[in-house]
């Protein structure tokens, strides 16, 4: 059981930058790859980033690519997601999630455990 918490959300300016946090309860942190997947209004919950259980491997959205960073301590049972040159298109809802395999993936179903999410507004 892995129980995972957002933080670090909240209202920024087009062009400026937020750094999300997502802590992990248990010790099983490092066997879980970890994703970020966000939800607009209106829309349905897409794909953000994804990380390795070893943060060796990493994979982005075409549209938060060379804008965000995704980044894990394991040492801390934490997940991290920089986020810059932020735009209105990137406010959503933001989640850290927990897939139990390797690489993870880019696919919701995939993944075992969600936090409650984290608003991020990007105003214009």
């Known amino acids: 059981q892995v129980q995972l918490v957002e933080s670090g959300g909240g209202l920024v300016q087009t062009g400026g930058s937020l750094r999300l946090s997502c802590a992990a309860s248990?010790?099983?942190?490092?066997?879980?790859?970890m994703g970020w997947f966000r939800r607009a209004p209106g829309r349905e919950r897409e794909f953000v980033a994804r990380?390795?259980?070893?943060?060796?491997?990493?994979y982005y959205a075409d549209s938060v690519k060379g804008r965000f960073t995704i980044s894990r301590d394991n040492a801390k049972n934490a997940v991290y997601l920089q986020m810059n040159s932020l735009k209105p298109e990137d406010t959503a809802v933001y989640y850290c999630?927990?897939?139990?395999?390797?690489?993870?993936?880019?696919?919701?179903?995939?993944?075992?455990?969600w936090g409650p999410g984290t608003q991020v507004t990007v105003s214009s």
């Open positions: 990380i390795s259980r070893t943060g060796s491997s990493t």
């Open positions: 248990g010790r099983t942190f490092s066997s879980y790859a």
């Open positions: 999630a927990a897939d139990s395999r390797a690489l993870g993936s880019r696919s919701a179903r995939e993944y075992d455990y």
